[in-house]
């Protein structure tokens, strides 16, 4: 069982991950969103050709590692660091700890935003879209989300992580 995130939804964290701080975060940043947004999020979470099995609603996993972009067809990520990411369906949502970790509030909460502005643009069936990202940005923009610092946030971390060096080092202590 994992921590509670919003309604019946649960977070799935992987071993050494900071579960706590992340569905903090995740409840904070699910707050700052208009609810007419959230309803819609929800709608579609529960809609019965949503359930899988005996599980209704999202599978958002908290994950420890850096996700294996070698899998991913998506020429997106051939040079990006992936802080999260949504699936078509707007139903399995995951998120790097090692990042997350180490965000600032606010950018965590605009990542989050991002990726739940996903979720929005599949249940009104545009995941098909060339600007699937931009306009993710800009919904989370409208929501009032921080998006742009996020890049700011990211920018040495990501020219670390092309050369194959430490992206995030541990804390001493």
């Known amino acids: 069982m994992g921590l509670k995130l919003i309604s019946s939804f649960v977070l799935e964290a992987e071993p050494d991950t900071d579960s706590v701080r992340f569905a903090r975060a995740f409840r904070s940043t699910w707050k700052k969103i208009p609810l007419s947004w959230r309803r819609r999020i929800l709608a579609h979470w529960h809609r019965p050709s949503r359930v899988i ?31 999260a990411m949504a699936s078509r369906s707007g139903d399995f949502l995951q998120f790097l700890a090692p990042a997350f970790d180490r965000m600032p509030l606010r950018i965590a909460e605009a990542v989050i935003a991002h990726e739940l502005a996903h979720v929005v643009q599949f249940e009104a069936n545009l995941w098909s879209c060339t600007r699937l990202e931009r306009e993710a940005d800009i ?11 996020v890049d700011e946030w990211a920018q040495g971390r990501i020219a670390r992580y092309r050369h194959g060096l430490p992206v995030w080092r541990k804390r001493a202590g």
């Open 53 to 83: 099995g005996k599980r209704k609603g999202p599978r958002i996993i908290l994950r420890a590692k850096v996700f294996d972009r070698g899998s991913l067809k998506n020429p997106r990520f051939k040079n990006d660091a992936t802080f």
């Open 139 to 149: 919904i989370a923009l409208a929501w009032g989300f921080p998006i742009y610092e």
